[in-house]
Nanobody, 121 residues
Framework: QVQLVESGGGLVQPGGSLTLSCEASGRIFTINAMGWYRQAPGKERELVATIRGSGSTNYADSVKGRFTISRDHAKNTVYLQMGSLKPEDTAVYYC???????????????WGQGTQVTVSS
């Protein structure tokens, strides 16, 4: 019903910057929230940042001041601007969206396929 397509991952040197994008498409009535999570090898998936329809944001302590999440409502797209990247930011980054498919339905959770971010010299 809904697809999330991520882009923008890659290899970057420590201290560098990268911007991730995630576009939602399909049967969408309203998007209540979008966000980014990440999973490093051998670790559990963790929250990076979220943004609600109101514009309120939430960040993991480890990325505050370095990452910025934003959203384009018209394009159903969420962005994650990552700066001052560190090797410990290396992970697969997943887009998440909490979407109502119809006005009378429930909120459903959707995930992208993940995009690799590697921070290394």
């Amino acid at each position: 019903q809904v697809q999330l397509v991520e882009s923008g991952g890659g290899l970057v040197q420590p201290g560098g910057s990268l911007t991730l994008s995630c576009e939602a498409s399909g049967r969408i009535f309203t998007i209540n929230a979008m966000g980014w999570y990440r999973q490093a090898p051998g670790k559990e998936r963790e929250l990076v940042a979220t943004i609600r329809g109101s514009g309120s944001t939430n960040y993991a302590d480890s990325v505050k001041g370095r990452f910025t999440i934003s959203r384009d409502h018209a394009k159903n797209t969420v962005y994650l601007q990552m700066g001052s990247l560190k090797p410990e930011d290396t992970a697969v980054y997943y887009c998440n969206a909490k979407i109502m498919n119809t006005w009378f339905g429930y909120e459903n959770d959707y995930w992208g396929q993940g995009t690799q971010v590697t921070v290394s010299s």
